[in-house]
């Protein structure tokens, strides 16, 4: 059972552009959602969240939005840039269903290809 | 040191091999994370320490898993007789607040194990 979708492996952006990531929940007690960067043959690195009570956040070029009825968020980058290129990983969290320790629920990822 | 270490950084075993993965968290971070990460997927949770406490280890797939943070910073992730489909990408992560579910959690480079 995927609790959290990310329904396109791929995306392929030119350069200058605007990169949009999506992803759906199925899990309504999630209350913090996150994105991650990962670049190959490293760990995943932190890049934005948003908490269940907001419907966007914004750091930068990147911007995230949470639609709560429909469960679904989506990661904004522009301008995209070559550097953005790597695999971006939607993940969320439900503190009241861990009792500590925030553990992290993560799709399956998007290659993200920013092209010259 | 600056950021979460683990070794080793590839480790091939035979089949019905035990092995121990090591993770060196951030210095003074409370909370310390294992993700497995199979192949095309997202990372999977595993288990979670507060300081030396297990708190949660309901991600670990079998009893041949087994994990330990003794003094409450280094951490080991023990696999008893590995498996082919065991073969996966281990993730260490640590946090400094678990409550702060919005910072996310920073990750090491991963432990590749290939099982053969």
């Known amino acids: 059972d995927q609790q959290v979708k990310q329904n396109s492996p791929s995306l392929s952006v030119q350069e200058g552009r605007i990169s949009i990531l999506n992803c759906d929940y199925t899990n309504s007690m999630f209350d913090y959602f996150l994105w991650y960067k990962k670049y190959p043959a490293e760990g995943p690195t932190f890049l934005i969240s948003i908490s269940s009570i907001k419907d966007k956040n914004e750091d930068g070029r990147f911007t995230v939005f949470l639609n709560k009825s429909a469960k679904h968020l989506s990661l904004h980058i522009v301008p995209s840039q070559p550097g953005d290129s790597a695999v971006y990983f939607c993940?969320?969290?439900?503190?009241?269903?861990?009792?500590?320790?925030?553990?992290?629920?993560f799709g399956t990822g998007t290659q993200l290809k920013v092209e010259l | 040191g600056a950021g979460v270490s683990q070794s080793p950084r590839y480790k091939v075993a035979k089949r019905g091999q035990d092995v121990a993965l090591r993770c060196d968290p951030i210095s003074g971070h409370v909370s310390l994370f294992w993700y497995q990460q199979a192949l095309g997927q997202g990372p999977e949770f595993l288990t979670y320490f507060q300081n030396e406490a297990q708190l949660d280890k309901s991600g670990l797939p079998s009893d041949r898993f087994f994990a330990e943070r003794p003094e409450g910073s280094v951490s080991t992730l023990k696999i008893q007789r590995t498996q082919q489909e065991d073969s996966a990408v281990y993730l260490c992560?640590?946090?400094?607040?678990?409550?702060?579910?919005?910072?996310?959690?920073?990750f090491g480079s991963g432990t590749r194990l290939t099982v053969v």
């Open positions: 992560a640590s946090s400094l607040d678990w409550r702060r579910q919005g910072v996310g959690y920073t």
């Open positions: 993940a969320a969290s439900a503190l009241r269903l861990t009792g500590g320790g925030n553990k992290l629920t």
